[in-house]
């Protein structure tokens, strides 16, 4: 994978609902693409492995605590397809279960390099997973946008390495 001129790297992040963390990664990636002057060469977007949230916005409580940060959480709910292993260069699973999830959406298991854990990318946070903050207090939506700045980060790095 190589940030080309012409064509950008486009990242899914993924989560469950696609209301917390996935939302939350892609604007934490989003600033941080954008802080880089980097909008034309790296794209995201994210999805969830369920549809019950199809159509609706971020976890008002998601969006506070993000706001907080700098961080505005605009993206609406919607369901990983399986187009996405066609239209994204990497897949970023929040959690083992959304990992064990997409690859089984992988069944000829042709888009194995693209899938990868969030975590994969952290550099100070010493977790294996961005924990699910929707039924936990503050903390939880503090503590998953506190991995995710270091995720994303470590994640650009790698993108722009490349």
């Known amino acids: ?10 990242i ?4 469950m609902g696609n209301i917390c963390r996935s939302p939350s990664a892609e604007a934490v990636m989003q600033a941080l693409v954008k802080q880089k002057g980097l909008e034309s060469k790296i794209s995201c977007d994210s999805a969830g492995t369920i549809d019950y949230h199809r159509g609706k916005p971020a976890d008002a409580r998601m969006q506070k605590h993000a706001r907080l940060r700098g961080y505005e959480l605009s993206s609406i709910s919607r369901p990983f397809e399986n187009e996405d292993f066609e239209s994204f260069d990497l897949i970023i699973t929040m959690d083992d279960d959304n990992y064990l999830q997409i690859k089984w959406f ?5 888009y194995t390099d ?4 969030m975590t994969d990318f952290c ?3 010493q977790v294996s997973e961005v924990p699910d903050p ?3 207090g503050n903390q939880g939506f503090e503590n998953v946008l506190d991995i995710l700045e270091d995720a994303c980060q470590g994640l650009l790095e790698y993108v722009t390495a490349k």
């Open 12 to 15: 899914l992040f993924i989560c």
């Open 106 to 110: 992988d069944q000829r298991k042709s």
């Open 114 to 117: 693209k899938i990868r854990r």
């Open 134 to 136: 929707y039924y936990g």
């Open 123 to 125: 550099s100070t946070s």
């Open 1 to 10: 994978m190589t940030l080309s001129s012409k064509i950008p790297t486009k």
